[in-house]
């Protein structure tokens, strides 16, 4: 299955997902940290799909998102900017989820300058985050709040 | 918004459904209409690219499916012919919704011989429909057990 790009990214209008998790990482200096992802989950039956679209992205992983349902998902900063980026750039998406794209591209770029690595850059990624997806931001929104109260015991 | 063919069939593949649907309609032969449909549907905040849809297939009519969705819903067997059919014979689909294809234009072609007009021809017609879209088909069942049951009354 030869997939054409074009075709790619009428798929992906349909079925994909570029989301921002923000999840609690000690490890990091500032506590949380930031994972970009972009997949696109299937049916089972349609797991052929995926692998094409993984060799069309030359990257990325086929596992299972739950029950029936399979995923491919990219998750690396360097494949993102390698593969998923300039393929969207260049054959761009429709619907809103154009909106989405874009603000996940926004945060990579953020990414790449380590901006996320500071309290005032997971804020703003916080905030840009919190507009994508149209889903229950709470737990970003709350991250935000905890992480501008530790500001403040630390700058008062 | 002009959309690249190939993006059209990527976008299908992920929200299309060929339907092919039997209704009872008294004013038949056959007592029931046979009743083909190509349908997009989307959040009203798509609407746009149901329109740029509308525009690329050059028919359709875009309404309200539910709630806040809307439809692009391409009925007639001229356009489905003229304009749907050979879309999707020159860019085709890749998920298993390609099997959906092949039985919608083979009850196209169907139609197309009028052979719908018949009691067999509804019956064939129903017994393929049976197997499309993965939905429960009890109404169409029954409506071949009809068919099935008059028919037998005729001919004893």
């Known amino acids: 299955m030869n997939l054409n790009p074009y ?13 921002v998790g923000i999840n609690h990482n000690s490890t990091m200096s500032v506590s949380y940290q930031v ?3 972009f997949r696109i989950v299937q049916h089972k039956r349609d797991i052929g799909v995926l692998y094409a679209l993984k060799k069309y992205f030359q990257c990325g992983v086929v596992r299972v ?10 998750r690396s900063i360097k494949h993102i900017n390698d593969y998923v980026l300039p393929h969207f750039d260049r054959y761009p998406l429709h ?3 154009k909106f989405d794209y874009i603000k996940f591209k926004k945060i990579i770029g953020l990414i790449n300058q380590n901006i ?14 919190s507009t994508m997806n149209r889903k229950d931001k709470t737990k ?11 500001y403040k015991v630390h700058t008062c």
């Open 65 to 74: 998102n739950h029950d029936d349902r399979y995923e491919l998902r990219i």
């Open 35 to 37: 994972l970009p992802e």
């Open 95 to 97: 619907t809103q989820k």
């Open 116 to 129: 996320h690595l500071s309290e005032d850059g997971i804020i703003k990624i916080i905030d840009i985050s």
């Open 140 to 150: 970003a929104q709350e991250i935000k709040r905890l992480i501008i109260g530790e």
């Open 7 to 19: 075709w790619v990214s009428g798929f992906v209008d349909g079925e994909g997902t570029f989301y």
